[in-house]
């Protein structure tokens, strides 16, 4: 139920992939099915699937430092918004609270977050439940 009492019929995807590049391939396609479920304009479905990717590289490369684990991503929909989480059981990382599209971010990298920042309309960051590893939830309002 919503805040307002009324039913929310909203679906939630998971999957989980391996913690490497060329899985991430599988989460931006679950990503395009979902956009045969609620229909998007194919600039905000270019632009969700790039702040899932960019997501999904930063557990890749920082999470795991042999290489081995793995990345829950979910994805719910609901009739307004798409609520997309990013987690891992890595190392975990705090990233600067204000990382923006500026001189400085791209001379050092960082460039990920400021992307997701740049594309959703709310953007977490923070650890998961369990206190292992790295969660990154980001919101696009439809």
């Known amino acids: 139920m919503t805040a307002d009492g009324d039913v929310d019929l909203g679906r939630t995807v998971r999957l989980t992939i391996p913690a490497k590049p060329e899985y991430i391939t599988l989460s931006r396609l679950a990503l395009a099915g979902l956009a045969r479920v609620r229909p998007l304009a194919d600039e ?10 960019e997501a999904c590289s930063n557990s890749v490369r920082h999470a795991y430092e042999d290489g081995e684990g793995h990345v829950d991503i979910s994805f719910e929909l ?17 990233p600067e609270p204000s990382a923006t599209l500026d001189e400085e971010t791209l001379s050092e990298g960082g460039l990920g977050i400021a ?12 650890g998961r439940p369990n206190g292992k590893g790295s969660r990154l939830r980001f919101v696009k309002l439809l």
């Open 115 to 126: 992307i997701i920042r740049s594309i959703a309309d709310e953007v977490e960051i923070g």
């Open 44 to 53: 905000t479905l270019a632009d969700l699937k790039l702040a899932l990717t």
């Open 78 to 94: 609901r009739d307004d918004r798409l609520i997309v989480e990013v987690a891992d059981d890595g190392t975990g990382f705090e």
